[in-house]
């Protein structure tokens, strides 16, 4: 019985979207048609589009940027809050900015077979780092690239095969840890959530913003309201949208800052800056 196929991902940046329109255009090569999920649209109706998968096989790719070593909460959330029924086999899929993937493959397998999926193939893709945006030579510039997806569109070739002819093996999580000692310990003791807590709150100048709303419109995760100058809630996830969008420039933005941390913090990492399939 041929498996539905279901694309479900968060990619405020772009390149998570990249990679999952890979896999859907290398399905369709195939004569799959794959029903596509956008975890930073508003008002996705979830429910409708999942009802008819369940009891059917199912393949589903859930694919992340990585932030703070891990699988943004978007993403993790829609997997802990799967219907029952649903089930099959799974592929995880990440995009990472050079620093390190962390945790986020192992941790989405994990999630993958607590809903009933069985993993078999996974991806960590090398992309351009999303908060360098006004470097002039960013962290991963110019990936994703033909020779990542190209890998991508190798491991999806792997998958349609195996499933086709029966031969399909389940990843082991051995393969997903990749990372060195050193970096899974640092890995394990980051989170989204501590990282917000250590900076200063996300805010406009109101010296400077004109109320446009152009912020709450861009941000994936609706957390900005204006009230009457944008007010960011506790959904934010850090993904720097609304200060990349602002034609004022209100949100203050270090960009040299950053740009150092960030390249410290990639010194430190020994994982290669490279893309990696597992199947």
Known sequence: MQSHHLVAYFSPAGSTR???????LRLAHHGHAATMIDLGKRNVP?????????????????????YCDHAVPVVSDFLAGLPSGLGGHG????????VTSG???????????????????AAKVLAVHSSLWQSPRPLGMGHPNGGDLALVERMVEAVVNNLANGS?????QSALEYLSPALRADAAGKSLALAKASMPPLAADEQRCSRCGECALACPVAAIVLDPFPRIGAA????????????????PYNAQAVAERIAAMAARSDEAKETAVFY
């Open 18 to 24: 990249l990679v999952a329109e890979t896999i859907r």
């Open 46 to 66: 979830l429910r409708e589009k999942l009802a008819p998968l369940v009891g059917k096989p199912c393949c589903l790719w859930i694919g992340s940027p990585v």
């Open 91 to 98: 592929v995880a899929f990440v995009t990472w900015g050079g």
């Open 103 to 121: 945790l986020a493959l192992p941790e989405l397998a994990q999630q993958l077979r607590a809903k009933g999926f069985i993993p078999v193939a």
């Open 168 to 172: 399909v093996q389940p990843l082991a």
């Open 236 to 251: 934010c996830v850090v993904c720097m949208q609304c200060v990349r969008v602002c034609p004022e420039e209100a949100f």
